[in-house]
């Protein structure tokens, strides 16, 4: 069985017309969010909606409670995805070869480093910039810590004409200039934050003038700027419903290539920050699963530093430090957790999507912590092999597609291994300079310590 072809590409004609919804799939209905007033009473969901009606666009609102299973893609969003969709599907026969895995063992990855913005961001980034553009919104408000979601947002709104600014962590301003200078090209405005154009960040520089920022102060930056200004809406890269939903055209896309491949997964491996594009990834294959066309194992790979969905509690927790989200039912290390600076900054958020974190709540997906030095490893054993250099975040599924192949081969078992690769890692030179250097080192959680120094 099987294909002996490399590549499964798809033409644009093949893009699915619908995102997977798997809220209507769960085995119990999802926790729904919780707000509080100043004085302690709690916000009915109503009074929630209307907040967030401040921030949001009506439609993503709606996509994130919504009970229908498929929701119908824009024509207009499918004509963008046109411009890189579908991604590419590859059997990675040279990293099999280097590893000396047998015929039974065979590894696929599903390559979203082919987005203008060098990873799955835009998948999202789109259709938010088009919902926004419909209800008449002018400029798009969001925090960005190493760049990638402000330069898929940056991309998206110059596609539709609404201006977007970013807040981006002063220390990633000022060390990655180059993600920088791709928004402003975009069209995008960047702002070093804190900045003294809000009253979060005045407050923050009125106490520490020199303060490098954080993703939490960044939020509340944005945020800020969405509520005051009518015209003005702010936006998400992960974590939230309707960002999952929007995810799920690549593991739609891949059923569709492992088909082509004349194979069916037995592991489907994800890395997880906020989870958006494990659930990209992994909802299709569950929801195939329900179909019974499907036994794969899902499994969340996320970095022993911010070890969330495998050393974290399950309970209601804000969505950032300041405390400007709703609180969310999932699993979580506290809002105000600060993650040791590992280079896949993509990975450092204290909380995980409520939907993922109620799937693997539910059993239904299984979660692991690695560390970055073996993520390094496995990353450079994959750019020398396949020729991509992953993401550092993607290396976190690399390194776990690796183990699972290594562990079929030491048990005699044939296994079909699948892994979203979600991005590039051209940006992150400056992390594999510090890796080939061998300077990276590994940070224990529970301590907040290195291991290695
Ligand atoms: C942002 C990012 C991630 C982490 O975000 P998720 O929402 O968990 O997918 C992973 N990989 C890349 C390349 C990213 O840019």
């Excluded at 991005?423 to 250097?437: E, R």
Aim: aromatic content about 8%; hydrophobic content about 40%.
């Amino acid at each position: 069985m099987g294909s002996d072809k490399t590549r499964f590409g798809l033409d644009e004609t093949r893009i699915p017309e619908a995102w997977y919804n798997v809220i209507p799939d769960l085995k119990n209905p999802p926790a729904p969010p919780k707000a509080f007033a100043p004085d302690g009473t709690e916000l009915t969901m109503d009074q929630i909606g209307e907040r967030l009606g401040m921030i949001f666009p009506a439609e993503c609102i709606k996509q994130e409670m919504s009970p229908e299973r498929w929701i119908d893609i824009p024509g207009a969003v499918i004509d963008v995805y046109k411009t890189y969709r579908p991604s590419p599907l590859l059997r990675a026969r040279q990293l099999e070869r280097v590893l000396g895995l047998p015929a039974g063992v065979k590894i696929f990855y599903k390559y979203e480093g082919v987005s203008p913005a060098g990873s799955h961001k835009p998948n999202t980034a789109i259709p938010q910039a088009y919902y926004n553009k419909l209800e008449g919104i002018t400029k798009i408000s969001t925090e960005t810590g190493a760049g990638q979601w402000g330069s898929a947002l940056s991309i998206a709104g110059a596609l539709y004409g609404i201006d977007v600014e970013v807040f981006m962590v002063k220390v990633s301003y000022e060390q990655k200039p180059y993600r920088r200078i791709l928004m402003e090209t975009y069209g995008g405005t960047v702002h070093a934050s804190p900045t003294d154009l809000t009253e979060a960040g005045r407050h923050v520089l009125a106490m520490d003038p020199d303060s490098t920022g954080s993703l939490g102060i960044a939020i509340s930056e944005a945020v800020e700027v969405a509520i005051k200004d009518p015209g003005t809406h702010y936006a998400l890269g992960s974590v939230l419903n309707h960002v999952c939903l929007h995810q799920t055209i690549i593991g739609q896309e891949a059923i569709e290539q492992m088909r082509l491949a004349e194979e069916e997964p037995d592991v489907v491996i994800g890395c997880v920050g906020g989870g958006s594009n494990f659930a990209g990834i992994a909802f299709p294959y569950y929801h195939r699963k329900l179909e019974g066309k499907s036994n794969a194992r899902l499994l969340a790979v996320e970095p022993k530093a911010c070890p969330t969905l495998t050393a974290g509690e399950y309970r209601y927790d804000l969505g950032d430090e300041a405390g400007m989200t709703p609180q969310m039912l999932m699993y979580t290390l506290g809002h105000d957790f600060v993650p040791a600076g590992i280079h896949a900054g993509g990975l450092r958020y204290h909380g995980d999507s409520p939907l993922v974190s109620q799937l693997v709540h539910e059993g239904e997906v299984e979660a692991v912590a690695v560390d970055q030095t073996a993520c390094f490893d496995a990353a450079a054993q994959f750019a020398r092999a396949e020729g991509i250099l992953p993401a550092p975040e993607s290396s976190h599924a690399i390194l776990a597609a690796i183990n699972e192949a290594k562990a079929a081969q030491a048990a005699g078992e044939d296994r079909c291994i699948l892994f979203n690769l979600s991005g590039h890692g051209h940006f992150d030179l400056a992390a594999y300079a510090a890796y080939n250097a061998g300077e990276l080192v590994d940070f224990d959680f529970a301590a907040g310590t290195t291991l290695e120094e």
